[in-house]
């Protein structure tokens, strides 16, 4: 069974960047056709989709953050990552890391999450 583990700062500052990763256990991110995504979700909003990386590398962005939105992949260490540029106090949300069969697709595999915060 696939596991998915977010890994973050949990403290950024204002005009920095925010570096989160997930690390994927129990199943290769190359594998043909999973998509692997980025998710957050701040205080009293939904879930807003961020970006995906698909099994063979191509990259997908919500137009909503697309400017500061960067998603990247480590294939040696089955892990992919997630850098938004510019945070401010907005950016304050849980990250999840999600896994679907295809680009489009329901997501079926969360992880935990990882809370954070954007202040000075």
């Known amino acids: 069974q696939v596991q998915l583990q977010e890994a973050g700062p949990g403290l950024v500052n204002p005009s920095q960047t925010l570096f989160l990763t997930c690390t994927v256990s129990?199943?290769?991110?190359?594998?043909?056709?999973?998509?692997w995504s980025w998710i957050r979700q701040s205080p009293g909003k939904g879930l807003v989709w961020l970006a995906t990386?698909?099994?063979?590398?191509?990259?997908y962005y919500s137009p909503y953050l697309k400017s500061r939105t960067s998603i990247s992949r480590d294939t040696s260490k089955n892990h992919f990552s997630l850098q938004l540029t510019s945070v401010t106090p907005d950016d304050t949300a849980v990250y999840l890391c999600?896994?679907?069969?295809?680009?489009?697709?329901?997501?079926?595999?969360w992880g935990q999450g990882t809370q954070v915060t954007v202040s000075s």
């Open positions: 999600a896994r679907a069969e295809l680009v489009g697709a329901p997501f079926e595999d």
């Open positions: 129990g199943g290769s991110i190359t594998a043909t056709y999973y998509a």
């Open positions: 990386i698909d099994y063979d590398g191509s990259t």
